[in-house]
């Protein structure tokens, strides 16, 4: 038996939330070389690394395992928590069975959003993943206001808390080493000398806070000895965020055609002669043979480079259609499965690719 005594230090897992607006995705920036999967189109403005927005549960997942797998960054930002879950409930919507059930709620019972939790934990055991390989793992979520009653205690009260579902909330809390609860700081005086019960009271100051303990008022809890209360800088934790070294290496698709370009241009092929018709022909954008699927499938074929005779090899190799299967004859369903295992079908899909050098030369329908 192994044991080890004193700090370690290794990745941390972080929860960022607060209301619209208060620059989340700014703080988030200044982690170590972050990445973000942006569900929601905030970063635009943002000198940031990202993937293509997630427009699918199971592009979301993909993407996790692409860090796990590549380290491309120190940092993994998911931005936000809440859109994350509106995917992962459109997910569980989709994956019924039974035709007529078109929300969360038509399951019943509590059914669907126990089935939401479950599907969002294995989101968090991804990204435990993410954390176990040595990068950061950030969360951002919007804040909004809820009642909150203690049997103990007579009325109730309002708090901040994390805007997801009352089964999501706590496992996203409980995973992570840090909750901070970001919001502006108010100070309310008295402007004409009555007091605060009878004269006119006005709202002054608006400094960015940042909270990291818990209160009665809202979520919040660290593993860092941090005070309650912080200027919302990310200097004030940057000494307990690890700087992982991100794996800078090129994709080698990319090195095989960087390759190919410079031994054209120090040997230049004899162009044929073509005819101007032909030369008008060769102009034409190629057109893409999935654009009758759902964008969901499209956008999973794209950031995974998918060609038509690999679709087909695949679905056809599984005995589900034949190989020449029109695309649009394709039962809506069926669709709708390769979408929700997406992380099976990349995985049999690239098993059965062509070497790297032909895949890189391909003319993708993208």
């Not at 929300?103 to 176990?132: C, H, P, W």
């Not at 992570?176 to 309310?188: G, K, N, S």
Request: glycine share 6%; with cysteine; aromatic share 10%.
């Amino acid at each position: 038996m192994n044991i080890t005594t004193g700090k370690i230090r290794k990745a941390q897992k972080v929860i960022l939330y607060g209301p619209e607006g208060i620059g989340k995705s700014t703080f988030a920036s200044k982690f170590p070389n972050p990445l973000f999967s942006d569900t929601e189109g905030s970063t635009t403005h943002l000198d940031v690394a990202r993937f293509d927005k997630p427009t699918s549960w199971s592009m979301l997942m993909a993407q996790v395992e692409y860090v796990k797998q590549n380290k491309p960054c120190s940092t993994y930002v998911i931005d936000t928590a809440d859109w994350a879950e509106s995917l992962a409930k459109e997910y569980v919507i989709n994956s019924a069975s039974d035709a007529r059930i078109k929300s969360i709620e038509d399951y019943g019972y509590g059914k669907g959003y126990t089935m939401l939790a479950e599907e969002f934990g294995r989101l968090l055991n991804k990204l435990q993943e993410v954390v176990d390989v040595g990068i950061n793992v950030l969360v951002l979520a919007h804040a909004h206001m809820r009642k909150f009653e203690q049997p103990q205690e007579i009325g109730s009260y309002d708090r901040w808390e994390l805007k997801l579902e009352k089964k999501v909330s706590p496992l996203l809390k409980e995973w992570a080493d840090a909750v901070m609860f970001a919001t502006y700081e108010i100070h309310v005086v008295n402007v004409d000398n009555q007091g605060a019960a009878k004269g006119k009271n006005k709202a002054q100051g608006g400094s960015r806070v940042m909270y990291t303990s818990h209160n009665p008022a809202w979520d919040a809890k660290n593993r860092w000895g941090l005070a309650d209360k912080l200027p919302f800088d990310f200097n004030q934790i940057a000494s307990h965020i690890i700087t992982q070294q991100a794996n800078t290496t090129k994709p080698v698709q990319a090195e095989v055609k960087a390759t190919n370009q410079a031994q054209t241009k120090e040997v230049p092929k004899q162009q044929p002669k073509t005819e101007p018709k032909q030369a008008a022909a060769t102009q034409v954008k190629s057109v893409n043979p999935f654009s009758m699927f759902p964008k969901a499938l499209q956008d999973l074929m794209k950031q995974d480079r998918v060609t038509e005779n690999e679709f087909r090899e695949y679905f056809s190799g599984k005995g589900h259609f034949p190989k020449e299967m029109p695309f649009n004859n394709m039962p809506e369903d069926y669709l709708k499965g390769i979408i929700a295992n997406w992380i099976k079908v990349i995985t049999d899909i690239s098993e059965h690719r062509e070497p790297i050098l032909d895949i890189a030369n391909q003319d993708l329908p993208f």
